[in-house]
C-alpha cells in the first residue's frame, strides 16, 4: 500500500513558477512508477509526466515539455514536479499517482492517488 499526500499548489501570475511536492508512505515507495496528472473543470483528467523507480526515464506530455520537470528523491520518498513559464491553461488540480507495474500515460491503471492540490495561474 501506498499513500500519496500533495502539496506545493497555489496561485500564480502566468510566467511564473511553483513546485509541486508528493510525500509518500510505504516501503517499497521506491519500486514505483510515480505519475502527476491534471484536471481542468469540465475536462477529463490528463497526464503531465511520470518517472520509473529508477528515475531513469521520465515521460512528460507535450504541453509539459521544457516547462515542467518531474523528479524523485527514494531516500525522502518524494516525487516533485517544478513547474516554470506557467500558463492560464495550467490551471487544474493536480493529483499525484503511483503504480508498481505500469509506466505509462494512462491514469486508468494508476493504483493510487492523492487527493489533488489546486494551481491556479492567472493572465
Known amino acids: 500500500q501506498v499513500q500519496l499526500v500533495e502539496s506545493g499548489g497555489g496561485w500564480v501570475q502566468a510566467g511564473g513558477s511553483l513546485r509541486l511536492s508528493c510525500a509518500a508512505s510505504?516501503?517499497?515507495?521506491?519500486?514505483?512508477?510515480m505519475g502527476w496528472f491534471r484536471q481542468a473543470p469540465g475536462k477529463e483528467r490528463e497526464f503531465v509526466a511520470a518517472?520509473?523507480?529508477?528515475?531513469?526515464?521520465?515521460y512528460d506530455a507535450d504541453s509539459a515539455k521544457g516547462r515542467f520537470t518531474i523528479s524523485r528523491d527514494n531516500a525522502k520518498n518524494t516525487v516533485t514536479l517544478q513547474m516554470n513559464s506557467l500558463r492560464p491553461e495550467d490551471t487544474a488540480v493536480y493529483y499525484c499517482?503511483?503504480?508498481?507495474?505500469?509506466?505509462?500515460?494512462?491514469?486508468?491503471?494508476?493504483?493510487?492517488w492523492g487527493q489533488g492540490t489546486q494551481v491556479t495561474v492567472s493572465s
Open positions: 510505504g516501503r517499497t515507495f521506491s519500486s514505483y512508477t
Open positions: 518517472i520509473r523507480w529508477s528515475a531513469s526515464n521520465t
Open positions: 499517482a503511483a503504480d508498481p507495474y505500469y509506466s505509462g500515460t494512462d491514469s486508468r491503471y494508476y493504483d493510487y
